[in-house]
């Protein structure tokens, strides 16, 4: 398990998550929250972002809106 090196909780969240999505070649990454709970995302499609800007994760069954403060580490 490697911690995102670049990760900064709070300012640039999305710059640094929508980097993540843009990058050639695309690496998997897991999203952790502050309550432990983690998102793998497998592919640029299983993230997208909502008109305000929030992160919008899918797993196998639905899409999860998360709060940036809520983000505890992206881990590359």
Known sequence: MKVA???DPG???IEQLGELVEAEPF???SVRLQTGEEYEIET???IEFTHYGSPKIHDSQ???IL???AIAEIIL
């Open 5 to 7: 090196a670049v990760f």
């Open 11 to 13: 300012s640039g969240m």
């Open 27 to 29: 690496q998997p990454f």
């Open 44 to 46: 640029r499609k299983a």
């Open 62 to 64: 639905r899409w999860h």
């Open 67 to 69: 709060n940036i403060d």
